[in-house]
C-alpha cells in the first residue's frame, strides 16, 4: 500500500518535471508599430524562424502596436526582464544613458540608403551596440525605416513655415534640436499618443516615415505632408543580456541565425513598404505631399547643418566624428 503510494508520487513528479522541461523558452518582443510595417513584419520573420529552427523549444510573443509598452516604459520593462526583445528606435537610448544613438538622427547626415548601410553595418554600428553592455542590453542588430517626413496643417516649405508650430517628437534631443533651429516647439510624446494628438490640437505637426503616417492614419489628421527626407529612422533590436546569456549555447545560436535573416528581410523590405505607404497616401487624396525645391532644400540645410556641431554637448562629439568620418559626411 506504502510503497504504491509512493509510486503514484515519484511517476507525479516525474511527469510534472517532463511537463516542465517541454515548456518552451518564451521570448516577448514589444514595439509601438503596427504589424503591417517594416518593423513589425521584421518582428512576425524573426517569431517564425526562431520557433522553426529551435524546433518549437523557443515561442516567441510578438506585442506590436504598444499594446504590452509605451516608449518610455518599453525601456524599462527590457532592463527589469519583464520583456525579452525590443526594436526601439535611436532616438530612444537617452533614457537608458546612451545617448550616443541619436548621432543617427542627425539632419542629412545619411545621402543615400547606401552610406546608412555602410555605416550600421561598420565599426559605428558595432561601438554603439557594444555602449548597451554596461546597461544590461545586449544589441543584436540594426533594422531600417527609411527617411522622415514631416507635416502639419500648412504646407511647410520654407523653415519660416515651422514658427511657432508644436511638433511631435520622439525622444531624440537632435530633434529636439533641428527642430528648434526651423522655429518650432517640439513635443516628447509617447507614439501610441500622436494620432489623438494631432487630431484634437494638442500638437501641430510630426515627423516619421511614409509606412508609420500610413499604418498610424497621421495622414488623415494632417493637410499637409512635406516628403522632405531631412533624418533617417533605424531601430536597434535588443535583448536583456541576463536573459540572453542565460539560454543554452546551442539555442542562442538558433535564435542569432533567426535574426540575422530576420534583419536581411526586415532591411530588404524597407524601402518598398515606405514607397507603397507614401502611394497608398497620396491616393487617399487626404493629406497633400509637397516636395521641395533644390532653393527649398538649401533654405533647410542652411539651418539643419548646423545642428551637427550644437549636438556635440548633447550626444557626444566623438561618436559624431566618427559617424561624419563613417558616412563621408562633410559641412
Ligand atoms: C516614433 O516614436 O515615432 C517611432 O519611433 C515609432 C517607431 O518605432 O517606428
Given at each position: 500500500m506504502k510503497s504504491s503510494i509512493l509510486g503514484l508520487g515519484l511517476a507525479a513528479i516525474l511527469a510534472a518535471t517532463t511537463a516542465f522541461a517541454q515548456q518552451p523558452i518564451v521570448i516577448k518582443f514589444s514595439h509601438v508599430v503596427t504589424n503591417d510595417t517594416p518593423k513589425g513584419k521584421g518582428a512576425l520573420k524573426f517569431k517564425e524562424l526562431a520557433e522553426k529552427y529551435t524546433n518549437g523549444k523557443v515561442k516567441v510573443e510578438v506585442y506590436p502596436n504598444s499594446t504590452l509598452y509605451k516608449d518610455k516604459e518599453e525601456m524599462d520593462a527590457l532592463q527589469l526582464g519583464s520583456v525579452q526583445m525590443l526594436a526601439p528606435s535611436t532616438a530612444k537610448f537617452r533614457p537608458i544613458g546612451v545617448p550616443e544613438f541619436e548621432a543617427m538622427d542627425l539632419p542629412y547626415i545619411f545621402p543615400d540608403e547606401a552610406t546608412y548601410y555602410k555605416v550600421v553595418n561598420g565599426p559605428v554600428g558595432k561601438s554603439l551596440l557594444k555602449k548597451l553592455e554596461a546597461k544590461g542590453i545586449t544589441g543584436l542588430a540594426f533594422w531600417d525605416n527609411g527617411f522622415h517626413m514631416v507635416s502639419a496643417n500648412r504646407p511647410l516649405l520654407m523653415p519660416a513655415d515651422f514658427q511657432g508650430l508644436k511638433i511631435r517628437i520622439s525622444g531624440s534631443k537632435v530633434a529636439d534640436q533641428y527642430f528648434r533651429a526651423m522655429g518650432a516647439l517640439p513635443q516628447i510624446m509617447a507614439f501610441s499618443e500622436v494620432y489623438q494628438a494631432l487630431q484634437t490640437g494638442v500638437v501641430d505637426?510630426?515627423?516619421?516615415?511614409?509606412?508609420?503616417?500610413?499604418?498610424?492614419?497621421?495622414?488623415?489628421?494632417?493637410?499637409?505632408?512635406?516628403?522632405?527626407?531631412?533624418?533617417?529612422?533605424?531601430?536597434?533590436?535588443i535583448v536583456n543580456t541576463k536573459f540572453w546569456n542565460g539560454l543554452p549555447a546551442d539555442i542562442r545560436g538558433q535564435l542569432e541565425k533567426a535574426m540575422k535573416e530576420a534583419t536581411d528581410y526586415t532591411n530588404s523590405i524597407a524601402k518598398e513598404e515606405n514607397e507603397d505607404a507614401l502611394a497608398k497616401i497620396k491616393a487617399s487624396g487626404k493629406a497633400t505631399l509637397h516636395y521641395l525645391t533644390p532653393a527649398q532644400k538649401k533654405a533647410w540645410m542652411d539651418k539643419l547643418l548646423p545642428v551637427h556641431k550644437a549636438a556635440e554637448g548633447r550626444v557626444g562629439k566623438q561618436i559624431i566624428d566618427e559617424l561624419h568620418a563613417a558616412a563621408g559626411f562633410k559641412s
Open positions: 505637426g510630426c515627423e516619421n516615415t511614409a509606412s508609420n503616417y500610413y499604418t498610424q492614419k497621421f495622414y488623415e489628421v494632417q493637410k499637409d505632408i512635406t516628403v522632405s527626407y531631412h533624418a533617417h529612422l533605424q531601430y536597434a533590436v
